[in-house]
């Protein structure tokens, strides 16, 4: 009998069951004297969003809490389309028309733009005037609606007037400019260096971290192993998070903790961050392949440090830049030649295959050039 029973079970067990909280008799909620919680002689307090936004349409029965998520997205409620445009505006342009994005309403910062608020919030709930495909609530074309606007398509070169004027570009006669977020820190130095990975999903991954940085955490102790192959090089976003001990160049580039939800990140600039640049061996790696590259394009430093510039910058190089590139190329040539057993010990960062057919000094040369052009500011910045 036992074993027919479990036969019998086996298919139900086999499907994925959603753990749903059955409903109970709603527990009696009164309005509380102050200072007396133990007084329940006032007024009984019904489900309710505050009066002046509105009211729920129940019929006359009690509200639940799908009526409060049918009201969140109710055409007559813009207040979640106002913060979500806010937000989308923020990623795309610095700051958002409310500058105080987690908290868009009477604590936070007037919009500077209320018009512009209210017509992407009624577009991005209804957009009836669009071209077919469109829907409600559609994210690709509110985001798209953005990113064609000729706001959105200006340089981000300011004049002196602008600067004085509108140093927060709250008016949006430019576009802003600022360093982007730490995970696409890493992703830019493995995208110029030729080194992404772009396979999408899948388990974390653990790029190389200094030994011991977990040590303080022991409970339970826990053991950290770099991942190999081709886990190295996927995207910051896949990176391994331990809570409150993130990946320590996550952490520089202003990662915030996963204690509580951020909504806002601050951005810094400090010392560390180009130390970081600089020295950390997925950025020294990433140096040295892209110096691979560099090498293969063009027959002399010139042309090379010109392909370099393009790839990393998207521009062609000042002749200022060019001569300064140059000049580090030779000395770090002529030092290299000097010490090859230096040449050779950078050139072991990491684990993609080193160039066989490339002088190993004139490589390391070419890496520290490299090196130079990820750690510009120019390389990290939106701009």
């Not at 479990?6 to 499907?15: C, K, R, V």
């Not at 430019?174 to 080194?195: H, K, M, P, Y």
């Not at 990662?255 to 010392?271: D, G, L, M, Q, Y």
């Not at 993609?352 to 070419?366: D, G, I, S, Y």
Request: contains cysteine; proline residues 7%.
């Amino acid at each position: 009998v036992a074993k027919l029973e479990e036969d019998l079970a086996a298919p139900d067990a086999s499907i994925p069951h959603v753990v749903v909280a059955e409903a109970t008799t709603p527990r009696e909620v009164r309005i509380l004297p102050r200072g007396n919680w133990m007084d329940d002689s006032g007024d009984v307090v019904q489900p309710a969003v505050p009066a002046f936004l509105g009211k729920l349409e129940t019929g006359g029965r009690r509200a639940t809490r799908l009526d409060l998520a049918n009201w969140l997205v109710s055409p007559d409620n813009p207040l979640t389309a106002r913060v979500f445009v806010n937000r989308l505006w923020k990623q795309f342009f610095g700051v958002g028309i409310s500058k105080i994005v987690d908290d868009l309403g009477s604590q936070g910062e007037w919009p500077v733009h209320p018009e512009l608020l209210d017509w992407l919030a009624a577009e991005f709930m209804n957009p009836q005037w669009n071209a077919e495909g469109t829907h409600p609530w559609d994210m690709k074309h509110i985001i798209r609606t953005m990113v064609t606007s000729q706001a959105y398509r200006q340089s981000s070169i300011a004049t002196p007037q602008l600067e004085e004027r509108d140093p927060d570009n709250r008016l949006l006669a430019r576009q802003t400019r600022f360093r982007v977020d730490a995970e696409v820190v890493r992703d830019i130095a493995l995208s110029v260096s030729g080194l992404m990975k772009d396979k999408f999903g899948g388990p974390s991954v653990k790029p190389v971290e200094p030994d011991g940085y977990l040590m303080t955490m022991n409970f339970p102790k826990r053991e950290y192993a770099a991942s190999h192959g081709d886990d190295l090089y996927r995207r910051g976003v896949y990176t391994f998070w331990q809570r409150s001990f993130l990946h320590p160049s996550l952490l520089t580039f202003d990662a915030p903790t996963r204690e509580e939800c951020t909504v806002t990140r601050v951005n810094s600039n400090t010392p560390l961050q180009a130390l970081v640049l600089l020295n950390d061996p997925i950025y020294v790696e990433a140096s040295r392949v892209f110096a691979q590259n560099i090498l293969a394009h063009g027959r002399g430093v010139n042309e090379q440090v010109t392909w370099a510039f393009q790839r990393a910058l998207e521009r062609a190089p000042t002749p200022e830049e060019r001569r300064v590139l140059e000049n580090l190329y030779q000395q770090s040539l002529a030092e290299f030649r000097s010490s090859p057993a230096n040449a050779a010990k950078l050139l072991q960062e990491g684990e993609a295959p080193v160039a066989t057919n490339e002088k190993p000094v004139e490589l390391a040369a070419m890496t520290t050039v490299a090196r130079a052009l990820l750690n510009l500011h120019e390389t990290i910045t939106r701009n």
